[in-house]
T-cell receptor, first 114, second 112 residues
Framework: DAGVTQSPTHLIKTRGQHVTLRCSPI?????VSWYQQVLGQGPQFIFQYYEKEERGRGNFPDRFSARQFPNYSSELNVNALLLGDSALYLCASSLVGGSSYEQYFGPGTRLTVT | DAKTTQPTSMDCAEGRAANLPCNHSTISGNEYVYWYRQIHSQGPQYIIH???NNETNEMASLIITEDRKSSTLILPHATLRDTAVYYCIVRADQTGANNLFFGTGTRLTVIP
């Protein structure tokens, strides 16, 4: 079975631009969460979507938004990019919304903002 | 969610047991202890979790003290592939919300 997939693998953007990151969960998983990992730190929670509805939001500005599609894949959008948005963006999927112990993470998208 | 404290780094000889401690002195009665690890350039990987009883699976054992204020993750026979950052996370299971709060973790280096 394929694991969580994310695209693109790497991305370079300029300050002020917009970026869209994509995530495909494991087949059958209905919950998708997004995390930001800055170099040297642990991942920080951004969003969780379950059954296409937002179920949780971390402490991130409104420039960050996300959505989940009917096939349970998800997009993370970041507007007006700042240098500080440079990070590894991780997507995690789980079978049900409340089962945090079995979250399966993708390899991440490395975003560099110049 | 309760805060956790872990050593910044540890070394372990290959083939020996790796014991990774975690302090969570403010843990509440309904909060579980979870362990994830992150191998370089990969996403985090779930290892094990427990409430108050010791737990064991194919990857590791989790020992939780009786007062639940600390725990130890044990990798019984560490291999080079176990070199990673290990995160101890304490949270309550809440229906509809499965966000995880990672700290900075313990960087475990397995030495040949």
């Amino acid at each position: 079975d394929a694991g969580v997939t994310q695209s693109p693998t790497h991305l370079i953007k300029t300050r002020g631009q917009h970026v869209t990151l994509r995530c495909s969960p494991i087949s059958g998983h209905k919950s998708v969460s997004w995390y930001q990992q800055v170099l040297g730190q642990g991942p920080q929670f951004i969003f969780q979507y379950y059954e296409k509805e937002e179920r949780g939001r971390g402490n991130f500005p409104d420039r960050f938004s996300a959505r989940q599609f009917p096939n349970y894949s998800s997009e993370l959008n970041v507007n007006a990019l700042l240098l500080g948005d440079s990070a590894l963006y991780l997507c995690a999927s789980s079978l049900v919304g409340g089962s945090s112990y079995e979250q399966y993470f993708g390899p991440g998208t490395r975003l560099t903002v110049t | 969610d309760a805060k956790t404290t872990q050593p910044t780094s540890m070394d372990c000889a290959e083939g020996r047991a790796a014991n990774l401690p975690c302090n969570h002195s403010t843990i509440s009665g309904n909060e579980y202890v979870y362990w994830y690890r992150q191998i370089h350039s990969q996403g985090p990987q779930y290892i094990i979790h427990g409430l108050k009883n010791n737990e064991t699976n194919e990857m590791a054992s989790l020992i939780i003290t009786e007062d639940r204020k600390s725990s130890t993750l044990i990798l019984p026979h560490a291999t080079l592939r176990d070199t990673a950052v290990y995160y101890c996370i304490v949270r309550a299971d809440q229906t509809g919300a499965n966000n995880l709060f990672f700290g900075t973790g313990t960087r475990l280096t397995v030495i040949p």
